[in-house]
């Protein structure tokens, strides 16, 4: 039998457990984001700032993919929270692998596709940073250092729009 495929990123964070991957305020270089897998990058990740008492976050990442295959998104995995998985509009998990088509890209943002980190190990405020690691079906695993922006901030690189 065969499980969907959020389980792997679930198995993996648990796997992982609280391993340091959330860092407060350490410097990252610029190369920390984005960072590249052969031809695939994820660049522009941040998290939302937790309010108080939240239970979960929700981060966001753009992928790059330059080469002349698709590849599919088949986990995430991160420590800041027991769960990590890839939800679609209406907040619903992902039934099925997202697909970066070749020479494309595929963006998570506000309404549409997100990472929902759940069971949170604790509050995520401004400044700090959240190691997240997405694996692909062809590029493999690319860890990503997302920063933690403020609750209401506009996204990096919006222009100021917030969401």
């Given amino acids: 039998m065969s499980r969907p495929w959020p389980l792997f990123g679930a198995g993996v964070v648990a796997a992982a457990g609280t391993a340091g ?4 305020a350490v410097p990252t270089s610029p190369a ?3 960072h590249r897998a052969g031809r695939v990058s994820v660049s522009d990740a941040y ?5 108080k008492g939240a239970k979960e976050a ?5 992928v790059d993919n330059t080469t002349s295959r698709p590849d599919r998104i088949v986990g995430v995995a991160t420590g800041a929270g027991l769960t990590a998985m890839l939800h679609g509009p209406g907040m619903r998990p ?10 494309g890209a595929l963006s998570l943002h506000t309404g549409g596709t997100h990472l929902m980190i759940g069971r949170l190990f604790g509050p995520l405020e401004a ?21 933690v922006i403020p609750y209401g901030a506009p996204p990096p690189g919006s222009g100021g729009s917030g969401s």
């Fill in 32 to 34: 920390a984001t984005p």
């Fill in 47 to 51: 998290v939302r700032a937790t309010l």
């Fill in 127 to 147: 400044g700090q940073v959240v190691n997240i690691e997405v694996d692909f079906a062809r590029a493999g695993a690319i860890d990503v250092v997302a920063k």
């Fill in 94 to 103: 992902l039934r099925q692998a997202p697909v970066v088509p070749a020479h």
């Fill in 58 to 62: 929700v981060a966001y990442f753009t």
């Fill in 21 to 24: 991957l959330i860092v407060a």
